[in-house]
């Protein structure tokens, strides 16, 4: 096997591990296809190329990820020159029903131990603990919280949980929090009580009514396909992120363009998971 064939698969592995924390052989089937026998050559031969980032876990029938790992994963995050380890580094998104939603690109740095300890608290169902900084808090303070989703919005990730000093649901940005460490504490989050993220809006959007008509007609051809306005899904939890993304305007006496060329046209249906504390 060529030095070039065998990076692929490494990278392909670790950034399982990486990303969720653990890797195993029915993982790898299940997202690669591949035989039993395959996937047992893979994680033989990962576990020869990185024998420091590994752990056997005999309950769980899988490697788990080491500080080594996350280590090293970081070390090349900060280098200027690309290796074997960079092409691990790229988010890994799970394609599984309740797992990490993306809405858009990333742009801000996301630890890969940040993200895999959330991942693994959500998947084992346990509570995490963490330091939080916040534009209103912005000295580093603990939280701890029973999280039910990862998400991407915008240019950062963000995870959604119930937070036990709130006493409610909140998202909390990845790239504010540091020292997360899981707990042995079972969560006992039921998300279907997540009202803002079990209530699904119809979000109607519209070319902004200050635009001139021809100017209107631009928007809905680019936008709508021609259509005079286009509706679509959203969960009340990510209707902030939405329109920020969109930049649709929610006032549209004070939000004008040229800055916003959209507007959401139902706002009072809206409002109340508009911008919510």
Same mark, same amino acid.
């Given at each position: 096997?060529?030095?070039?064939?065998?990076?692929?698969?490494?990278?392909?592995?670790?950034?399982?591990?990486?990303?969720?924390?653990?890797?195993?052989? &029915?993982?790898?089937?299940? *997202?690669?296809?591949?035989?039993? #026998?395959?996937?047992?050559?893979? %994680? @033989?031969?990962? +576990?020869?190329?990185?024998?420091?980032?590994?752990?056997?876990?005999?309950?769980?029938?899988?490697?788990?990820?080491?500080?080594?790992?996350?280590?090293?994963?970081?070390?090349?995050?900060?280098?200027?020159?690309?290796?074997?380890?960079?092409?691990?580094?790229?988010?890994?998104?799970?394609?599984?029903?309740?797992?990490?939603?993306?809405?858009?690109?990333?742009?801000?740095?996301?630890?890969?131990?940040?993200?895999?300890?959330?991942?693994?608290?959500?998947?084992?169902?346990?509570?995490?603990?963490?330091?939080?900084? &916040?534009?209103?808090?912005? *000295?580093?303070?603990?939280?701890? #919280?029973?999280?039910?989703?990862? %998400? @991407?919005?915008? +240019?950062?990730?963000?995870?959604?949980?119930?937070?036990?000093?709130?006493?409610?649901?909140?998202?909390?940005?990845?790239?504010?929090?540091?020292?997360?460490?899981?707990?042995?504490?079972?969560?006992?989050?039921?998300?279907?009580?997540?009202?803002?993220?079990?209530?699904?809006?119809?979000?109607?959007?519209?070319?902004?009514?200050?635009?001139?008509?021809?100017?209107?007609?631009?928007?809905?051809?680019?936008?709508?396909?021609?259509?005079?306005?286009?509706?679509?899904?959203?969960?009340?939890?990510?209707?902030?992120?939405?329109?920020?993304?969109?930049?649709?305007?929610?006032?549209?006496?004070?939000?004008?363009?040229?800055?916003?060329?959209?507007?959401?046209?139902?706002?009072?249906?809206?409002?109340?998971?508009?911008?919510?504390?």
């Amino acid at each position: 096997m060529s030095i070039e064939r065998r990076q692929e698969r490494d990278a392909k592995v670790g950034r399982i591990l990486l990303w969720e924390g653990r890797v195993s052989r &029915s993982r790898l089937i299940a *997202e690669y296809g591949l035989s039993p #026998i395959r996937a047992s050559e893979w %994680l @033989r031969d990962f +576990r020869e190329s990185y024998p420091e980032w590994v752990a056997w876990d005999s309950k769980l029938k899988a490697d788990l990820a080491t500080s080594r790992a996350y280590a090293d994963a970081e070390r090349t995050a900060k280098a200027s020159r690309p290796n074997a380890i960079s092409a691990m580094l790229v988010p890994y998104v799970p394609d599984a029903p309740g797992r990490p939603l993306s809405i858009s690109w990333d742009f801000v740095h996301t630890s890969p131990r940040t993200f895999s300890r959330l991942n693994l608290a959500i998947v084992d169902r346990l509570r995490v603990k963490f330091l939080y900084c &916040s534009m209103n808090n912005p *000295e580093p303070h603990e939280r701890i #919280i029973e999280p039910h989703s990862l %998400l @991407r919005a915008g +240019r950062r990730w963000h995870v959604r949980g119930y937070c036990l000093q709130r006493k409610a649901f909140r998202d909390f940005v990845l790239g504010r929090m540091s020292k997360v460490q899981l707990l042995l504490e079972p969560s006992e989050v039921d998300i279907a009580t997540d009202d803002a993220w079990s209530t699904v809006l119809q979000v109607k959007l519209i070319a902004h009514p200050r635009l001139s008509t021809a100017q209107q007609l631009v928007v809905r051809n680019e936008y709508f396909n021609g259509a005079s306005a286009r509706v679509e899904s959203c969960r009340a939890a990510l209707l902030n992120y939405m329109v920020q993304e969109l930049m649709a305007a929610t006032d549209v006496d004070r939000q004008i363009p040229p800055d916003y060329q959209l507007a959401v046209e139902n706002t009072e249906e809206c409002r109340q998971w508009l911008f919510m504390t």
